[in-house]
């Protein structure tokens, strides 16, 4: 088994939670899109929009009802399943597809306005060139690419001493390692025991996979917080997290924008 499919089967152990969590935070009203991701988005209203690595859909169903016309994509079996449920729930139609972004070339012959991926996303992916040609390809002659993700800079620190303070370099930047892990998830819910691979890609793996693809970078923004769930050990008051001990001082997330050259 490749390092792809053992992380389908390590995502798919948390599909069920990750439904039951998001249809209640939906119904409740609690459920936002990142706050971050919607200050930075432009009217989405009729716009065709691809949102990959879509979990169980609650961000989609979100994406949806901000007007866009919505086909998104995970590939885990269940999520798939769990998110046209969540959609149903939420009384919108949505195309969900279940593939790996790297070949969904092969199942999907479209074009978008928008393609958007974000929070806890490109370190699941393992070839960002053909990750960056299947963009080119989805994305119609003015389309825009949308990432906002976690900060390479971020992650190469010890996760637990940083909280206290202390930055131990654990990650390598340069030349990293697939890295091996024996819990996921615990952005939503709880974390579980599954062994996974990730990939920390460094900024400019991230920027020349798209600028071979042919993607003119419009934007690149950094933050010092991210979304709930996605690092930080202080929430401000919109709802992020920061690092208490390096607020302002080290990047945490970014965004990037991209246009078809
Ligand atoms: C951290 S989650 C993304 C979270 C999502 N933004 C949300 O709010 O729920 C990462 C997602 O990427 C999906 N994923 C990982 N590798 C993938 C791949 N090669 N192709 C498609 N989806 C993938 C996983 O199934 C998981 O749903």
Redesign the pocket.
Known sequence: MNE?EI??IA??K?SKE?FEK?NKDLKSGTKKL?PQVEHQLYDLNGLKVLH?????G??SILLAKLGAQVTA????PD?IKFARELAKENEVSIDFIC????T?DEVLDDSFDLII?????LG???DLPKWARNIYKFLNSDGKLFVHDGHPYYLIFDEDLIKEGILNVKYPYFNAELEVHSTI?G??TEAKEAINHFRSHKVSDIINALADANIFITKFVEFDRCDEGMGGDTKDERGLMYLKHFEGKLPVGYSLWGTKR
């Open positions: 792809t992380n389908r995502w798919g948390l990750h998001f990142n990959l690595q879509c979990n169980t609650a961000d994509v995970d590939f885990v999520n593939s790996d972004v790297h969904l991926t974000f929070d806890g996303v699941w992916l393992f998830g952005y939503a």
